[in-house]
């Protein structure tokens, strides 16, 4: 009796397994012409003026499209939702939305999608991260006041003139303020976002050839073609299941099995096989990305004559060349100015404007930090998050540069800080005491963000507390300049200011990697390092 | 016995705050969380403030201790950064890891008892030695390289599972990972039913029951066993407080988007109602864990009896 029962068990037991063996797979491979592609929990809640980085702007450049598009090729910004901006002094534009543009539920994008969104983003009230971008529109400083509460609710600068017209008032002259009109925080809105705001953030509905199915937050987003859509960019494919992942490498395993079609972020420990494990399916282009050096002016020993020229030996003594290629396996190019490649030499980028102060000359670089009367404080810290990317191996990669030229093994040492969150937190506080790890990646393809932000007094991301009169003024006359070639030169005789000072080192430009499976074709990365997931085939 | 849980549950309680203050103060030592909110570009300061604000975070330390923990108590666990509430992402996570936990704590129990089973009723013979060398093996080699090198074989090269798990975890999905996090406790739980067993063989009650021509499974099953297994169940017990909070790394590996994966992104975004919601309710299944073991000493062993 007892042995029947134990082979009834034995038999209850397979069975259970065998169903569970069943129950498994089915979902990560995608039926139809759907791709999957790796995707990281986006920070905040995924509202257009409220997503600062690249995994919230990855949903968002497939859900909206904004007045103006920059080409993923050729990083240009195009009308695209704007059938004309006009403007005679460079602060005065009236825009003009072309007609026939909906949302994917069906409500006419007009005026009102525009000037409602704007608000929305600048009012204090909302807690948006990006609110800043709305600060050239005059009455900024009503509707969200660096301190005490706000006295408006709308900004000033900001009219309604017809159903599909409205204008724009600066608080200043800024003569590529429509170029600027591609980034996502200037995207239209639907009303359904101001009248059931939860319910949008569950389910985002925008006016971009994908629409969303559905979204399991910090899981997977599934995207579908949008069949409606007006645009000239239809999507090439039935649509897009972005899933989450913790571990890039993860991803990328998946990738070889299969398991996913695209992964967008090639972990660095993984470089030296990608060539062997997916052929010519790995991409590595160009992307707005600087990594500089950024240094604490808030401190006296960093603010004065001689560490200016210790500034530029330590550029020197950087074998930018030799790190490039050993640590990063040429996803990162050497720079040799403060801007990137994708901005094209017409945008602004001007090869070798860094000229001597970026190139490897230990003999030099000796002679001018010791002129300028060593390193402050004996030894360099440079600081650096250690939870994400490869900073470790890039700092002690640079410290031992630096080490080698200076004959001294304790000259320069790296300073690890546990989190992003917490290094961040530093930076703020200005607890600094020598360079720190910087990096930029830039909001629209113009050589104004790649300055304007990291070097005017008091700018948003001028974390160094940098201030240079002569700089400023170059700006601000680059800005009122209503000639696009006249503010470019402008803008490079400011950067020429921050060459002379080496305000921060210029380290490299880096790349855009991805890989696929042999399932698409016509993958490509925008300047942004985002897949263009519209151009994509499937099959 | 009723005396005896209600003297363990009142231990519960400074237990249960003295952890979660603890945990509460380390996420705050590790600084200001709005800066990393922000991303690479400060908030402006005017938002920051108001974030600050809505976070409950301009409050003195204690403060936020308090009004948390009155939260807590009406179900309230907070929000993450991301508007999420906390409760939300328990819901989403807990189900994943305990589905997880159970099929290493079943890899655990049917492997590791009966391994231990056979090796200590064959003590010295080769199949002995060859199961203790592979649980030195398996002690060893760190859970990150068994779960990669799994990943490898069996996902990409020859293809028999998909090298991640998706949204869903199905139980199907989560053999392999199950038995990568269950590997290490799997070859202590081998080695402590072995040297038990081997141990009680030869204690009088067994010997006993062979003259008394007791047949070897009853023997076996039944007397030696169930005396054995008290070492093994407290282990077990333990562990399954560990397999659910300790699981980051194999979750990590496999893209489990279990409790090991809130907590790293919680801690990695400086969330602190994340992570000490998370904590809290793991400091309660551990505590819990450990009562239920202490009470299943008494169903195995008779002469154990609490008062």
Redesign the interface.
């Known amino acids: 009796m007892r042995g029947v029962a134990r082979a009834r068990w034995a038999a209850g037991a397979a069975v259970v397994l065998l169903a569970?063996?069943?129950?498994?797979?089915?979902?990560?491979g995608s039926g139809g012409r759907v791709l999957s592609s790796s995707w990281g929990?986006?920070?905040?809640?995924l509202e257009p003026s409220n997503t600062?980085?690249v995994q919230g702007g990855k949903v968002l450049d497939m859900i909206f499209r904004g007045l103006k598009r920059y080409d993923p090729k050729t990083g240009k910004a195009e009308n695209m939702l704007a059938e004309r901006i006009d403007t005679t002094d460079s602060r005065h534009f009236t825009i003009t939305v072309k007609s026939g543009w909906k949302f994917s539920n069906g409500e006419p994008v007009t005026a009102h999608s525009f000037v409602d969104a704007w608000n929305y983003g600048a009012s204090?009230?909302n807690?948006?991260?990006n609110?800043?971008f709305f600060g050239y529109i005059q009455g900024y400083d009503k509707v969200?006041?660096?301190?005490g509460t706000q006295t408006a609710d709308t900004l000033s600068g900001l009219k309604v003139t017809g159903p599909r017209t409205f204008t724009v008032t600066l608080g200043q002259k800024f003569s590529t303020f429509p170029d600027t009109l591609g980034y996502a925080a200037f995207a239209p809105l639907p009303r359904a976002f101001f009248t059931h705001h939860s319910a949008w953030?569950d389910k985002p509905v925008g006016n971009g050839p994908y629409a969303v199915e559905s979204y399991?937050?910090?899981?997977?987003m599934t995207l579908r073609r949008w069949d409606g859509y007006p645009g000239p960019d239809k999507a090439r494919n039935d649509g897009v299941t972005l899933?989450?992942?913790?571990?890039s490498n993860?991803?990328y395993?998946?990738v070889?099995?299969g398991?996913?079609d695209l992964v967008d972020d090639i972990p660095a420990g993984q470089l030296k096989n990608v060539r062997t494990d997916l052929g010519g399916r790995y991409i590595n282009t160009p992307a707005g990305i600087l990594q500089t050096l950024a240094f604490p002016f808030y401190d006296p020993k960093w603010n004065t004559g001689g560490a200016r020229k210790v500034r530029t030996g330590l550029s020197m003594a950087i074998n930018r060349e030799q790190i490039t290629r050993t640590i990063f396996r040429n996803t990162r190019t050497p720079a040799t100015d403060w801007t990137s490649p994708v901005l094209g030499t017409d945008g602004g980028y001007k090869p070798g404007l860094c000229g001597k102060a970026c190139e490897y000359d230990p003999a030099a670089a000796r002679k001018l930090i010791r002129e300028g009367g060593g390193i402050p404080g004996g030894q360099l810290k440079i600081t650096y998050n250690a939870?994400?990317g490869s900073h470790k191996q890039w700092v002690d990669a640079v410290c031992n540069s630096i080490n080698n030229v200076l004959g001294n093994d304790r000259a320069c040492v790296g300073n690890p800080v546990?989190?992003?969150?917490?290094f961040?937190?530093?930076?703020?506080r200005h607890r600094m005491t020598g360079p720190f790890r910087a990096?930029?990646?830039m909001d629209y393809p113009l050589i104004q963000n790649f300055l304007q932000?990291l070097y005017y007094t008091g700018a948003?991301?001028n974390?160094g507390k940098w201030s240079d009169k002569r700089f400023d003024h170059l700006v601000d006359r680059a800005n009122a300049e209503s000639d696009k070639a006249g503010a470019i030169r402008l803008f490079q005789q400011a950067e020429t200011v921050v060459r002379d000072n080496m305000a921060a080192i210029p380290l490299w430009y880096q790349n855009g990697s991805a890989g696929y499976t042999d399932r698409l074709h016509d993958v490509a990365l925008n300047p942004f390092s985002v897949p263009v997931y519209d151009r994509v085939k499937v099959g | 016995m009723g005396r005896y849980v209600a003297r363990r549950l009142l231990q519960m309680i400074p237990v249960f705050f003295g952890a979660t203050l603890l945990i509460f103060l380390m996420v705050n030592v590790?600084?200001?969380?709005i800066?990393?909110?922000?991303?690479?570009?400060?908030?402006?300061?005017?938002?920051a403030?108001?974030?600050k604000r809505?976070f409950g975070l301009d409050m003195p330390l204690w403060r936020q201790y308090t009004t948390y923990m009155g939260n807590v108590f009406t179900g309230d666990f907070g929000s993450a950064?991301?508007?999420?509430p906390v409760t939300?992402?328990m819901a989403?996570a807990f189900p994943v890891t305990i589905r997880l936990t159970v099929v290493a704590i079943l890899f655990e129990i049917v492997i590791g008892i009966a391994l231990g089973v056979v090796t200590g009723l064959r003590r010295g013979r080769p199949v002995d030695t060859s199961v203790l060398v592979l649980t030195l093996v398996v002690i060893s080699v760190p859970t990150f390289v068994t779960g990669l090198l799994l990943?490898?074989l069996l996902?990409?090269q020859w293809?028999w599972?998909?090298?991640?798990v998706?949204?869903?975890a199905?139980?199907?999905?989560l053999?392999v990972p199950g038995l990568v996090l269950a590997s290490v406790s799997l070859a202590y739980v081998t080695r402590l039913t072995r040297t038990s067993l081997a141990e009680n063989r030869r204690s009088d009650y067994v010997r006993t029951a062979v003259a008394k021509g007791l047949p070897r499974r009853r023997i076996v099953v039944r007397h030696l066993l169930r005396n054995s297994l008290i070492p093994v169940v407290t282990f077990i017990g333990t562990d399954i407080g560990a397999l659910m909070g300790g699981a980051i790394v194999t979750?990590?590996?496999?893209?489990i988007?279990g409790v090991g994966?809130?907590l790293?992104?919680g801690?990695?975004?400086?969330n602190t109602q994340t992570v000490v919601g998370f904590v809290t309710v793991l400091v309660l299944v551990f505590l819990v864990a450990n009562l239920l073991v202490d009470l299943l000493y008494a169903v195995l062993d008779p002469r154990i009896r609490y008062a």
């Open positions: 569970l063996a069943a129950c498994g797979g089915g979902a990560g929990d986006p920070q905040n809640p600062n980085e204090l009230r807690n948006q991260r609110a800043y969200h006041p660096e301190t953030l399991t937050r910090g899981a997977q899933v989450v992942y913790t571990d993860t991803a395993t998946d070889l099995a398991n996913l939870d994400s546990g989190t992003f969150a917490d961040r937190n530093q930076i703020g990096g930029w990646q932000p948003s991301s974390d | 590790m600084g200001d969380p800066a990393g909110l922000c991303g690479e570009r400060a908030c402006d300061t005017a938002t403030a108001q974030l809505q950064f991301n508007g999420q939300q992402l989403s990943q490898l996902g990409v293809a599972i998909k090298p991640s998706s949204p869903e199905t139980f199907g999905e053999i979750e990590r590996i496999f893209n988007h994966y809130q790293y992104q801690i990695l975004r400086q």
